[in-house]
């Protein structure tokens, strides 16, 4: 499959966001990037306005473009959002087989080696893998369009959590490990239990850091790091 230069910006911005290495709030300059790149302004600008609509990029009237910090009403939705399509990707989807669950439980183990270390951003990566493997074989194919859709919105909320919150690795390893042993059981009711109380007891913890509005998240994303 060809990609177009837009597409290759936006994946380069995407990956710029979802490793951490432009940090939640952060100023974005259309034009520093087309130098950077040594690409059209018009061609960032349309990759910018399509990691918008992932919600990885804000728009600020008269103030430009921001990489995205989440509030509390954002990570709420997404979260609600996130564990319906999850829950319906795996009704959707073939009964575990041995091999899936034991990749998981690789990945769990993973986890916990990270926590050991401290690694945060690795944890986020981590994060992606992991629910990217749980829905992969859903057969339905809008659903599962949907359901990645909200892939860069679920990883902010955990740049946050590792940014503002160290001690959340903690245990990452089990809350991901409960998740297997629900898929294991072969029951979509308990699995979407489950996924249920991922996310949204996730969201519940997240609540007690995060302004109420984006533009309070971000302005405290700024503050944190010493940003204007």
């Known amino acids: 499959m060809m990609h177009t230069v837009v597409d290759q910006i936006r994946e380069e911005l995407?990956?710029?966001?979802?490793?951490?290495?432009?940090?939640?709030?952060?100023?974005?300059?259309?034009?520093e990037i087309a130098s950077e790149?040594?690409?059209?302004?018009?061609?960032?600008?349309e990759a910018v306005r399509?990691?918008?609509?992932?919600?990885?990029?804000?728009r600020e009237a008269h103030r430009g473009l921001y990489v995205a910090s989440p509030s509390n009403r954002d990570a709420l939705e997404a979260a609600q959002l996130r564990a319906v399509l999850e829950t319906e990707a795996v009704r959707f989807s073939p009964a575990a087989t041995?091999?899936?669950?034991?990749?998981l439980e690789s990945i769990c183990r993973d986890f916990e080696q990270l926590e050991r270390v401290g690694d945060r951003v690795k944890a986020v990566q981590l994060d992606r893998s992991f629910h990217g493997l749980l829905a992969q074989n859903c057969t339905n194919d809008l659903l599962l369009r949907k359901f990645h859709d909200l892939?860069?919105?679920i990883a902010i909320f955990f740049h946050w959590f590792m940014a503002h919150v160290p001690t959340r690795i903690?245990?990452?390893?089990?809350?991901h490990?409960?998740?297997?042993?629900?898929?294991?059981?072969?029951?979509?009711?308990v699995y979407g239990q489950a996924v249920e109380d991922h996310y949204l007891k996730a969201v519940?913890?997240?609540?007690?850091?995060?302004?109420?509005t984006s533009r309070a998240a971000r302005d405290l994303a700024q503050r944190a790091r010493g940003g204007a």
């Open 177 to 189: 490990r409960a998740l297997v042993q629900a898929l294991a059981s072969g029951d979509p009711g």
């Open 50 to 58: 399509l990691l918008e609509q992932e919600g990885l990029i804000v």
């Open 151 to 153: 892939d860069g919105q």
């Open 37 to 45: 790149l040594s690409v059209s302004r018009s061609a960032v600008r």
């Open 98 to 103: 041995p091999g899936l669950l034991a990749e």
């Open 204 to 212: 519940e913890e997240l609540a007690r850091h995060l302004p109420d």
């Open 14 to 31: 995407k990956f710029r966001i979802l490793s951490g290495a432009w940090h939640l709030g952060g100023r974005i300059f259309e034009e």
């Open 170 to 175: 903690q245990g990452v390893g089990q809350r």
